[in-house]
């Protein structure tokens, strides 16, 4: 049993008009095995929670503590955070040309693990999982994301996912972008990454559509770079049918 | 008053006339003076279109007209290859191109007689013919002519080492219908000097590939012109080059398509690390108006990992038929992507194993086209010590 916890966490960026305040006061706890969906409108910082807790170095944290099992997080770069356990799909998966999926796989594998995978069973894991998520087994050979359609992007991700074993997975907009088969395969692939793990899930979404097909224990909604309300999946639905106005407007 | 009113206007610069108008097209690429007079060659200020981009005070010894001494050489020659030479009188009744540079025109002249490797028609050795070059801190001048027989099928490996002031006329001249692929590998130590024009004549339906991988070298400047005798032949030049601090690597490449339905693609790539590390690619393509059906392409990409380098570019492309299948060109530089390495150290993967990856990706895409295993993993080995040195 895992806990990642987030403690007033506020976060900048460097923008053309100077420093600006993204994240002002977020306190959020997950714990194994649980599924919390953040949402929110755009522009809100869902996305920025995601990054900074990833530790990209866009993104200053001026106060507050992330911290793993107690281990501080932002003392940690951004593959040891990856080692200690987190893992980040993203909404804009990157391309990296000419570095293969197999050997992309087998090396960041490695590197979570400590060492290498056994041959054998590396390559019946990564052909199941694949076939799982409905992959073309041809793209273990293609470049990192070269020239891969969205939908290729996050089965991609959740491919990682599977494949990595996080203890926590941040799914930033995974569903962005799906059309509704590949929302099923990608929901689905989650699910079981979810099971055989245990892994708790921080799912960042715009839409509730993807709830229908992961089920989350608490409901966070983000405005202005804040939790305004949370509660449990009845919150989704409430959503569903009134949007974020009611929010925005008392943002305002 | 502000900086640009304060400017003036006219009599500061009385040379300066509206540059749209003074502008003088340079010269077809075709106009470029070839000879054996080492007299037709001045030697080069720097200011002039070849030399520009090339640190000429530092090659005043390959100017000069001083003899050298040869570079050790070492070869294995498989079955139907043999190693003989030429007079330079023989030499010039083979019609091959002539020196199209000062330092050319120097290393034909002072070299004392023509190598000639030839390739017997038919013949098609399974093992690559290796010739390697060491430099022991002369000055030397070499001229060389590679004859490949119709039919033959061959892989030559040049590989320079060491230390030397060189210059060179290499000329590969290949017959009907043979396939070749020739890797010239550059491994010099950080103080050597190397200027090279590579010709190429490709043969009626002949496919050759040069294969240029420049690693070493304090200045190593490579020339490399294709030509063809006649229709159906194809040329493919690689290019691999990694710059450190302080070194300059140039290749320029010339495709000059005057026979019809032939092909041409050329694809270089390289790294910059450290201060004043330069690279210079130039790729010259002319179709002249027999040459119908011409299908060619030149790409250049250049990956600057650290601040401090420099990397030119500069494709040209002149056309005088319309009747062609294709003609193209691209050249990106870039720095080093951080998102990239975000992404990949985002899955535990360390920033130093990170970046070797991307610039092992990078170079992926010409290293597995060399099809030669051994220069291929020798090649990525090279890499990653270059990158080590960084870390």
């Given amino acids: 049993m895992s806990t990642l916890a987030v403690t007033d966490l506020h976060v900048t960026v460097e923008t053309e008009q100077g420093t600006k305040e993204i994240l002002r006061g977020v306190t959020l706890t997950i714990n194994s095995g649980e599924t919390h969906a953040i949402m929110g409108p755009n522009g809100s910082g869902k996305s920025t929670l995601a990054y900074s807790i990833a530790g990209h170095p866009k993104y200053t944290v001026t106060q507050g503590t992330v911290t793993l099992d107690g281990e501080d997080v932002l003392a940690m770069s951004v593959d040891e955070r990856a080692r200690a356990g987190l893992f980040l799909a993203m909404q804009y998966p990157v391309e990296v040309p000419g570095v293969t999926v197999s050997n992309f796989l087998r090396t960041a594998k490695t590197a979570i693990d400590g060492e290498a995978p056994k041959l054998r069973t590396w390559v019946k894991d990564l052909k199941q999982a694949m076939g799982a998520l409905r992959m073309d087994p041809k793209v273990s050979e293609r470049g990192v994301n070269e020239g891969f359609s969205g939908g290729e992007k996050k089965r991609h991700e959740i491919l990682q996912m599977e494949l990595l074993k996080p203890k926590f997975a941040i799914l930033d907009e995974t569903d962005s972008g799906l059309d509704v088969d590949a929302l099923r395969i990608v929901s689905e692939g989650v699910n079981r990454a979810k099971e055989t793990t245990g892994s708790g899930v921080l799912l960042i979404t715009h839409y509730t559509r993807i709830l229908g097909y992961i089920t989350p224990d608490f409901v966070h909604v983000f405005v202005d770079g804040r939790i305004a309300e949370q509660g449990g999946p009845e919150l989704a639905d409430r959503l569903e049918a009134e949007g974020y106005d009611r929010f925005q407007g008392a943002s305002a | ?391």
Wanted: with cysteine.
């Fill in chain 2, 1 to 391: 008053m502000s900086l640009l009113a304060s400017k003036p206007q006219t009599s500061e610069y009385p040379g300066h006339t509206d540059s749209v108008a003074a502008f003088v097209p340079d010269q077809s690429r075709a106009e470029r003076t070839t000879s054996y007079a080492v007299a037709d060659f001045p030697v080069p200020s720097g200011r002039e279109e070849e030399w520009r981009f090339t640190p000429v005070d530092r090659l005043q010894s390959l100017f000069a007209e001083t003899a050298g001494t040869a570079l050790r050489r070492e070869e294995f020659l498989p079955e139907g290859v043999t190693l003989s030479s030429l007079s330079r009188e023989e030499w010039l009744a083979s019609g091959a191109p002539k020196p199209a540079d000062r330092a050319a025109v120097v290393a034909v002249d002072q070299a004392q007689s023509v190598t000639v490797l030839d390739v017997r028609a038919e013949a098609q050795p399974e093992e690559p013919v290796r010739i390697s070059l060491t430099g022991e801190g002369a000055l030397s001048h070499a001229h060389t002519l590679v004859r490949v027989g119709q039919f033959a099928k061959v892989t030559i490996v040049l590989r320079h080492e060491g230390d030397a002031q060189y210059s060179e006329l290499l000329s590969v001249v290949v017959g009907d219908g043979a396939d070749v692929t020739l890797v010239t590998v550059q491994e010099w130590d950080d103080t050597a000097l190397h200027l090279g024009q590579h010709d190429v004549v490709v043969g009626r339906d002949a496919t050759v590939r040069h294969i240029a991988v420049t690693l070493g070298g304090s200045i190593v400047r490579l020339n490399t012109n294709a030509s063809y005798a006649g229709p159906g032949g194809s040329f493919e030049a690689l290019g691999v080059s990694f710059a450190d601090a302080g070194q300059h690597q140039e290749h320029r490449l010339f495709v000059d398509h005057e026979a019809p339905h032939c092909r041409s693609n050329v694809e270089y790539k390289s790294a910059l690390q450290g201060d004043s590390a330069h690279t210079v690619w130039v790729g010259d393509v002319l179709i002249r108006a027999s040459a119908e059906g011409t299908d060619t392409y030149e790409l250049n990409r250049n990956l600057i990992l650290t601040d401090g380098a420099r990397a030119d570019s500069v494709p040209n492309l002149e056309i005088e038929t319309g009747e062609i299948a294709g003609a193209g060109h691209a050249s990106a530089t870039g720095r080093f992507d951080d998102q990239q390495l975000f992404y990949l150290q985002a899955r535990g993967i360390d920033e130093d194993t990170a970046r070797r990856l991307v610039v092992r990706g990078f170079f992926a895409s010409i290293v597995g086209r060399i099809g030669v295993p051994e220069i291929e993993s020798h090649l990525m080995e090279a890499i990653d010590r270059e990158l080590e040195g960084t870390a």
